[in-house]
Nanobody, 119 residues
């Protein structure tokens, strides 16, 4: 079973960039598809991005294409979410998540990290 811990959230000004990190432990990192979800105030949790176990395949929500980049480093057991030139609409709690490559369900979740963009 994998444990996930996010870091890197905080408060930035509109137009700034930030990178979130997620450290995984407790299991073989390379067997997991990794993803990021977010939940804004008053809204449901939504998919943001995912990356395959090898890092070769990535998927993004339409709303973040072109401004977010997901990546992973299997040697360091980490996954990242680079968020460029952000606006207040992306303010949310961001969650790192993982699913075993043979499963369709994200079964493992971090505690979340708050990312706030001020105007």
């Amino acid at each position: 079973q994998v444990q996930l811990v996010e870091s890197g959230g905080g408060l930035v000004q509109a137009g700034d960039s930030l990178r979130l990190s997620c450290a995984a432990s407790g299991s073989t990192f390379s067997i997991y598809v990794m993803g990021w979800f977010r939940q804004a105030p008053g809204k449901e949790r939504e998919f943001v991005a995912s990356v395959s176990s090898t890092g070769s395949t990535k998927a993004y929500a339409d709303s973040v294409k072109g401004s977010f980049t997901i990546s992973r480093d299997n040697a360091k057991n980490k996954v990242y979410l680079q968020m460029n030139e952000q606006n207040p609409e992306v303010t949310a709690v961001y969650y790192c998540t993982a699913r075993i490559i043979t499963s369709a369900d994200y079964a493992y979740w971090g505690q979340g990290t708050q990312f706030t963009v001020s105007s």
